[in-house]
């Protein structure tokens, strides 16, 4: 077999600030559905997002924990897709200037230390939830509309799904200490 | 007198000496309605029950000798694309048809703090895409003065509701001259704020970086006022900032511009402009040098492409702006669909109208791929450039003169030329890309269709067109 694994991750990492990235509605996972939501979150017709200035600063934690380039100027930009929990009909997110870039997380592997690269860390609001019911009809739960996150991404450093897994727990457990060591449970990665 | 032929800052001192109650401020405007919403149509709806109740209350805080604010039983028209609680709000479309929004925009709630009374809903472009208020699906809104022509938009309704009489101060937009273009064809007085003045939080946008909130009135004074209460730093609108540079207090109406600077653009007396508003133009310069300014002639080199850089930044928004009206969670969903495209497809087929979707489309195509360079960050280039010319002229001048537009209101349904609209952005639009202030003021003309002039100013130097403003509408009056 000529073949050789290639692996690159993007992760998302739900941030447990307590309001939500452009509003003050809180950011708590559950709850009845729909009643962390306000205009803003909603995307309802005339209302304009606020950046949640906690949402920058853990960023920039994780930038600096991975050896990033902090950015001196960033800025915001419009991911534009249709789907029924996207309420604005697209997403604010990070394009061309991202938070963080060209950092590396390393793992210890029995051949000694590698370096995984960081393409870039930026910031970005997660959508809604679509709930698909045994009938048939899609219920939607704007709770998560707005969540905070930061989207990891890896370059394509890792050649096997061992080396995946120790970059996947170091940047956990890296990530559980710098930003989050008080709220260890609510740290999600998928 | 009839109450409705008052000023708003007229009423408003004949209702503190307790001359007249709000409750006949808002009957006799309310009346005034009946009598000509079938022939203007500046209203999608009247808010008549709520109001009524507001102004028993202002009543009520008269008679115990309690503080009012500066609006106090003042009736007000607002421009649909703004967010108005429990009273629906519909941008002048299909999609919004039954829209009601559960809070009010930043301006309104500072409207309702100080008193006012919101008298209804104005008519408008759908969603603001236009210059005439025919494109509303509500029906076209008629000019007062002569009911055969257009009272220009996109905030058409809000000028003929002051104009006719409905109400003596309204709030409208202005993207690319929504609301000066609207005021010079009915003859008002209409204010676009500085980009930042003006909370823009609960207005629809239409281009994020262009749209303001902005203000028609009779007189200088009266949209003097109502401007001064919707201004200033709002934590929901991080683009605004203090209103220090609004210092209504100190201004004192002027009667002399002596040392003042006046720059006239070559570039605005180049193309077509109707003789009227020619010989009013040249009128209006000889009162600047009669008041004691100097005048001089200057380049703005760029506005040239004014409309297309604004064309492009304004569709590629829209293209974004307009992606939330998708029938899912509020506004018009279409009846026949079977799948989640066809909802998105039939209910936005069937919501929009056709100036919304050929926007909607010419902007998707120029962000699509690699257009977006190719047009999009292009024409922010030239904005850029163009603000470097604007900051250029107020590092030597204190204001700029224009007519507002070339043109006199049109026919209702006539169909201009391209050169036309074109010789018209190119007064208006340029104030948006460079987030300028600006005032239109009727020039005075006695006879026949009214004719704006536009005084344009310096970010945040409001106080500047408006000094100049009273000075010359003291002179034409």
């Known amino acids: 077999m000529g073949?050789?694994?290639?692996?690159?991750?993007?992760i998302h990492v739900e941030l447990m600030t307590k309001t939500k990235i452009f509003c003050?509605?809180?950011?708590?996972?559950?709850?009845e559905a729909n009643t962390h939501c306000c205009p803003v979150c909603l995307g309802l017709p005339g209302a304009i997002p606020q950046l949640n200035e906690k949402v920058l600063e853990?960023?920039?934690?994780?930038?600096?924990?991975?050896?990033?380039?902090?950015?001196?100027?960033?800025?915001?930009?419009?991911?534009?897709y249709f789907y029924s929990d996207l309420v604005k009909g697209y997403q604010i997110s990070q394009d061309d200037i991202p938070l963080c870039s060209n950092g590396y997380v390393e793992i210890e592997l029995e051949e000694g230390t590698k370096k995984v690269r960081l393409d870039r860390i930026h910031i970005e609001e997660d959508t809604g939830k679509s709930v698909h019911t045994e009938t048939g009809d899609t219920l939607?739960?704007?709770?998560?509309?707005?969540?905070?996150l930061i989207e990891i991404v890896t370059k394509p450093d890792m050649n096997s799904a061992e080396e995946a897994r120790l970059f996947l727990e170091k940047l956990r457990a890296t990530l559980?200490?710098?930003?989050?060591?008080?709220?260890?449970?609510?740290?999600?990665?998928? | 007198m009839d109450i409705i032929d008052l000023k708003a800052?007229?009423?408003k001192e004949k209702l503190l000496n307790r001359e007249i109650s709000s409750r006949e401020i808002l009957e006799s405007h309310l009346n005034r309605v009946e009598e000509v919403e079938k022939d203007i149509n500046a209203f999608i709806t009247i808010n008549r029950e709520k109001a009524l109740l507001d102004a028993d209350i202002i009543d009520k805080k008269i008679k115990n000798g309690e503080e009012v604010g500066a609006l106090a039983g003042i009736p007000i028209g607002v421009k649909d694309n703004i967010m108005t609680k429990d009273l629906r709000t519909t941008a002048g479309s299909k999609i919004l048809e039954d829209f009601i929004s559960p809070y009010d925009a930043t301006v309104i709630k500072k409207?309702?703090?100080?008193?006012?009374?919101?008298?209804?809903?104005?008519?408008?472009?759908?969603?603001?895409?236009?210059?005439?208020?025919?494109?509303?699906?509500?029906?076209?809104?008629?000019?007062?003065?002569d009911n055969t022509k257009v009272p220009g938009g996109s905030s058409g309704g809000s000028a003929a509701a002051v104009k006719s009489k409905e109400v003596p101060l309204s709030i409208g937009s202005d993207t690319g001259g929504s609301i000066r273009q609207p005021a010079s064809y009915c003859g008002l007085v209409g204010i676009k704020p500085t980009y930042g003045l003006v909370s823009r939080y609960g207005l629809i946008a239409l281009s994020n970086t262009l749209d303001q909130i902005g203000v028609f009135g009779r007189d200088v004074q009266d949209a003097v006022l109502m401007l001064n209460v919707i201004s200033g730093k709002d934590q929901r609108d991080f683009s605004t900032m203090d209103s220090k540079a609004l210092d209504i207090e100190s201004l004192e109406k002027v009667d002399s511009l002596k040392g003042i600077k006046v720059a006239l653009p070559k570039e605005f007396f180049l193309g077509e402009m109707d003789d009227r508003v020619k010989a009013e133009m040249d009128k209006s310069i000889n009162i600047f040098k009669d008041l004691g300014a100097t005048i001089e002639e200057i380049d703005l080199p760029s506005v040239k492409y004014a409309l297309e850089t604004y064309h492009i930044i304004t569709s590629g928004d829209i293209s974004s702006n307009m992606a939330r009206f998708d029938g899912i969670r509020y506004g018009y969903r279409a009846k026949d669909y079977e799948t989640l495209d066809e909802l998105y497809i039939n209910s936005r087929t069937e919501g929009f109208g056709e100036e919304v979707k050929r926007r909607i489309l010419f902007g998707t195509y120029i962000l699509s791929g690699h257009r977006g360079k190719e047009y999009y960050d292009k024409a922010l280039k030239i904005r850029t450039k163009i603000i470097g010319e604007f900051?250029?002229?107020?590092?030597?001048?204190?204001?700029?003169l224009s007519p507002t537009s070339p043109n006199l209101a049109f026919n209702l349904g006539e169909k201009r030329s391209e050169i036309y609209s074109r010789n018209e952005a190119l007064f208006q639009m340029p104030v948006n890309l460079a987030g300028l202030c600006a005032i239109s003021v009727p020039t005075g003309n006695k006879e026949g269709l009214p004719v704006g002039l536009q005084i344009i100013g310096d970010r945040f130097k409001e106080i500047d067109i408006i000094k100049a403003a009273f000075a010359y509408e003291g002179m034409v009056k």
């Open chain 1, 24 to 31: 003050n509605c809180t950011n708590e996972f559950g709850g």
């Open chain 1, 58 to 80: 853990y960023g920039i934690k994780a930038g600096i924990a991975f050896n990033c380039d902090i950015a001196r100027k960033t800025k915001m930009d419009r991911k534009n």
């Open chain 1, 176 to 190: 559980k200490y710098i930003v989050f060591r008080k709220i260890k449970s609510h740290i999600k990665i998928y």
């Open chain 2, 9 to 11: 800052w007229e009423m």
């Open chain 2, 111 to 145: 409207i309702k703090e100080n008193h006012g009374i919101i008298l209804g809903k104005t008519n408008m472009d759908e969603f603001s895409m236009g210059g005439t208020t025919q494109s509303s699906y509500f029906g076209p809104t008629k000019n007062p003065l």
């Open chain 1, 140 to 148: 939607l739960d704007y709770n998560r509309a707005g969540v905070p």
């Open chain 2, 391 to 400: 900051n250029n002229v107020f590092s030597k001048y204190d204001i700029i």
């Open chain 1, 3 to 10: 073949y050789k694994t290639i692996i690159g991750l993007e």
